[in-house]
């Protein structure tokens, strides 16, 4: 998974070889260090801020989502027996968290206070992707289509986007704007773009130089630098889209500007 933080900071959740699986933090300045260490296999995949800088955490391999506080101290979010092999995050508005599950096809929210609950049963599809409009809509990719749906805050489910632009959509991000930005397998590792409307997908950018599946997107309003070997830079203008992809050895995050900025 892969976050950014208020400063500017990129967070990438890693499962090495090791088995010490951990997140990483990229500072502004292209600094990368070890932020929090889980010292097993925990297989982490989606991650997300709360407005106070905690970072949550699904995990594949426990069932569980892992709260990370701004000084890097771990400890269990959850554990509910609703959550099965979670993937995506995403907070809505009210700091109600949502969690994607490839395990049962669900999507499990929980309150404020933590309880859980099946916001929506979504019938072997294999959500992946979350994220928010600037309504509280919230939008679901699959890895097993190109459709991207949409879930009201009642849940709701109508087609947001589906067409022949790709096949496999992962990772999701939304604009100030509300275009949604898709990341894809299918064709390449791609990053399309779908305006608000949903009716049509534009291709952001091919990047070809992605050596495994590109998994999860973040935005950010600032250029956010970072460093070589482990990572490619595309460009550093305008808005900025990191696109994680997950490999066997290491994590390689690419950003983009707007195709207008460069």
Same mark, same amino acid.
Not at 32 to 39: D, I, M, Y
Not at 168 to 196: E, H, K, W
Not at 197 to 203: E, Q
């Given at each position: 998974?892969?976050?950014?933080?208020?400063?500017?900071? $990129?967070?990438?959740? =890693?499962?090495?070889?090791?088995?010490?699986?951990?997140?990483?933090?990229?500072?502004?300045?292209?600094? $990368?260090?070890?932020?929090?260490?889980?010292?097993?296999?925990?297989?982490?995949?989606?991650?997300?801020?709360?407005?106070?800088?905690?970072?949550?955490?699904?995990?594949?391999? =426990?069932?569980?989502?892992?709260?990370?506080?701004?000084?890097?101290?771990?400890?269990?979010?959850?554990?509910?027996?609703?959550?099965?092999?979670?993937?995506?995050?995403?907070?809505?508005?009210?700091?109600?968290?949502?969690?994607?599950?490839?395990?049962?096809?669900?999507?499990?929210?929980?309150?404020?206070?933590?309880?859980?609950?099946?916001?929506?049963?979504?019938?072997?599809?294999?959500?992946?992707?979350?994220?928010?409009?600037?309504?509280?809509?919230?939008?679901?990719?699959?890895?097993?289509?190109?459709?991207?749906?949409?879930?009201?805050?009642?849940?709701?489910?109508? !087609?947001?986007?589906?067409?022949?632009?790709?096949?496999?959509?992962?990772?999701?991000?939304?604009?100030?704007?509300?275009?949604?930005?898709?990341?894809?397998?299918?064709?390449?590792?791609?990053?399309?773009?779908?305006?608000?409307?949903?009716?049509?997908?534009?291709?952001?950018?091919?990047? !070809?130089?992605?050596?495994?599946?590109?998994?999860?997107?973040?935005?950010?309003?600032?250029?956010?630098?970072?460093? =070589?070997?482990?990572?490619?830079?595309?460009?550093?203008?305008?808005?900025? $889209?990191?696109?994680?992809?997950?490999?066997?050895?290491?994590?390689?995050?690419?950003? $983009?500007? =707007?195709?207008?900025?460069?």
């Amino acid at each position: 998974g892969i976050a950014i933080d208020a400063s500017g900071n $990129v967070y990438v959740a =890693e499962s090495p070889n090791s088995a010490n699986d951990k997140v990483v933090k990229i500072t502004p300045s292209g600094t $990368v260090t070890s932020f929090a260490a889980f010292g097993t296999r925990v297989s982490p995949t989606g991650l997300v801020f709360d407005s106070d800088g905690n970072l949550f955490v699904a995990t594949q391999t =426990e069932n569980s989502i892992r709260k990370i506080t701004p000084g890097g101290t771990i400890s269990t979010y959850s554990s509910s027996t609703l959550l099965n092999r979670p993937f995506g995050l995403a907070f809505d508005g009210f700091g109600n968290l949502f969690a994607a599950c490839h395990g049962n096809d669900t999507i499990v929210k929980f309150d404020s206070s933590g309880s859980a609950s099946v916001f929506a049963n979504l019938s072997t599809r294999n959500p992946n992707g979350l994220a928010f409009n600037t309504s509280g809509d919230l939008f679901v990719s699959y890895n097993t289509s190109g459709q991207i749906d949409r879930l009201t805050r009642d849940g709701s489910i109508t !087609t947001f986007y589906s067409g022949s632009s790709f096949s496999q959509a992962m990772g999701l991000a939304v604009d100030p704007s509300d275009n949604v930005y898709v990341a894809s397998n299918n064709p390449g590792f791609s990053i399309f773009r779908i305006d608000p409307s949903g009716s049509s997908a534009t291709l952001f950018t091919n990047m !070809t130089n992605m050596s495994s599946s590109l998994e999860f997107l973040a935005l950010s309003s600032a250029a956010i630098p970072v460093p =070589e070997p482990s990572t490619y830079i595309m460009a550093l203008l305008g808005l900025g $889209v990191a696109g994680y992809a997950m490999g066997r050895r290491r994590s390689y995050v690419a950003i $983009v500007g =707007e195709r207008s900025a460069l």
